[in-house]
């Protein structure tokens, strides 16, 4: 079989694998006619703790590997810059025990991120590390306006003046033995407030058994979905409450989110964004509390503890709903969102969705950099709410995230007063690994006292 020929079934049929032909690792075995591996480019930084003092140089080992095998001399190409940053790209061969490089350093507090990619096989890979250089000395941004307070107080006495009618319809199907599943809808701000009604959606799981038990309140990552709720938690003595922040059912066909995705909800974090009061997000943040109308007015729940918990967009509301209402006692945020997105003005990485990022191409700046967004985005950021705290926390989150970037979710972190616990994950990106979930599942059920 010729090389040609293996390298593409190696291709068609090993996915992030290949066949390694006469690359330079260890050879074919007799009983096979050609080998296949998986490739991957591994970054490793000099401190195993991925943590640099300012002025300290960061190293980083590249490897590139067949099968956790070296391949000798594969040729990378790597920059090295600030978290969302552009670098200079530079290519080098990597020798079998590693290419080390020196990344440099930086002057103040943030992070240092090496990205390396290679092609093998016409196929890219890339690998990544992110060293952090004095985090918690990171200093936000973003400013306060003086009538923060006074304009979400004033949103909230509004909100308190409509009725929240909720609609109640059992899902037979989704119940178990321990769980009622509900799909649930109640009234909430809308553009005229009393006169023209929005409702939010969403799914609720109660345990069966009577009795008095806690809340969680689960706050929706970006994006337009359904949802089924989370009978799990629920079966384990707590009221859930998923909700969806589109004022839309969430049990519908996921054809209908698609083309609501596609088309009218495409972009909608920037909806009405030159308008305090009008900004898409002014009724999601509403919604939220409204969220927690429902659910401590449920029979069942124990009068005392109500937790609300999100990832990305969701760990940016949780931290909004824990900051704007006084009855939430605790709240676990992954990855937050919209967290000092004034950075970016400032040649820093701010947080999703990035309005003020300068184009990496063109180098001009964000045509969202009007002064009405600007001071629209001083009421919404999630590093002024975090400023307000005063539940206990949980967060999470990790270096190599370029969606929400550590240096803006450090941003919001640092300025919590209240009582705080954060977990890190070097290598994670903007994913959900399943030792992720099951921190936050582990703290939340510590933190409500369950069995």
Not at 30 to 45: E, K, L
Not at 92 to 107: K, Q
Not at 328 to 344: I, Q, W
Request: hydrophobic share 40%; with cysteine.
């Amino acid at each position: 079989m010729n090389l040609r020929l293996s390298l593409l079934i190696g291709v068609l049929f090993g996915h992030a694998a290949m066949a390694l032909g006469d690359l330079a690792i260890s050879p074919v075995p007799p009983q096979a006619a050609f080998r296949v591996a998986t490739i991957q480019v591994r970054v490793v930084p000099d401190h195993r703790d991925w943590t640099y003092q300012i002025g300290e140089s960061a190293h980083f080992r590249i490897f590139v590997t067949a099968d956790s095998e070296s391949i000798d001399q594969a040729s990378v190409s790597y920059t090295v810059a600030p978290d969302l940053m552009p670098g200079t790209a530079k290519t080098a061969p990597v020798p079998l025990d590693g290419l080390l490089i020196d990344g440099g350093t930086m002057n103040q507090p943030g992070f240092l991120r090496c990205v390396v990619t290679t092609a093998v096989a016409g196929r890219t890979y890339r690998g990544v590390a992110t060293a952090a250089f004095a985090p918690e000395k990171i200093v936000a941004t973003q400013v306060v306006p003086a009538d923060f307070d006074a304009f979400w107080q004033k949103q909230k006495d509004e909100l308190a003046k409509v009725p929240i009618e909720p609609l109640l319809t059992l899902l037979p199907d989704a119940c178990t033995d321990k769980v009622n599943v509900y799909h649930v809808s109640f009234r909430n701000a809308g553009p005229n407030w009393t006169a023209v009604p929005s409702r939010m959606f969403g799914i609720l799981c109660e345990p069966k058994a009577p009795g008095k038990y806690p809340a969680v309140l689960r706050v929706p990552g970006a994006g337009v979905r359904p949802y089924s709720g989370d009978k799990d938690l629920a079966a384990r003595g707590v009221i859930t409450l998923e909700i969806g922040v589109h004022g839309i059912p969430v049990n519908m066909t996921q054809s209908v989110y698609d083309n609501l995705a596609a088309g009218p909800l495409n972009g909608y974090w920037f909806f009405n964004f030159d308008d305090k009061e009008t900004f898409y997000y002014h009724r999601i943040y509403l919604g939220c509390v409204r969220a927690n109308d429902f659910l401590t007015g449920r029979e069942m729940w124990n009068g005392k503890d109500l937790v609300v918990a999100g990832a990305s967009q969701g760990g940016q509301l949780a931290i909004v709903t824990a900051a704007l209402d006084p009855r939430v006692t605790g709240l676990s945020a992954t990855h937050p969102a919209f967290c000092d997105v004034s950075a970016e003005l400032h040649g820093r990485a701010g947080g999703w969705p990035h309005p003020f990022q300068t184009d990496p191409v063109s180098g001009q700046p964000s045509h969202q950099a009007t002064p009405a967004k600007i001071e629209t985005a001083t009421y919404y950021d999630t590093v002024n709410f975090a400023r307000r705290l005063k539940a206990p926390g949980f967060y999470i989150w990790g270096y190599n995230d370029t969606t929400c970037p550590p240096t803006s979710t450090f941003a919001a972190y640092n300025v919590i007063t209240a009582p705080k616990t954060l977990a890190v994950e070097f290598e994670q990106a903007h994913s959900y690994p399943p030792e992720q979930g099951a921190a936050i599942n582990d703290w939340i059920i510590k933190f409500l006292g369950l069995k």
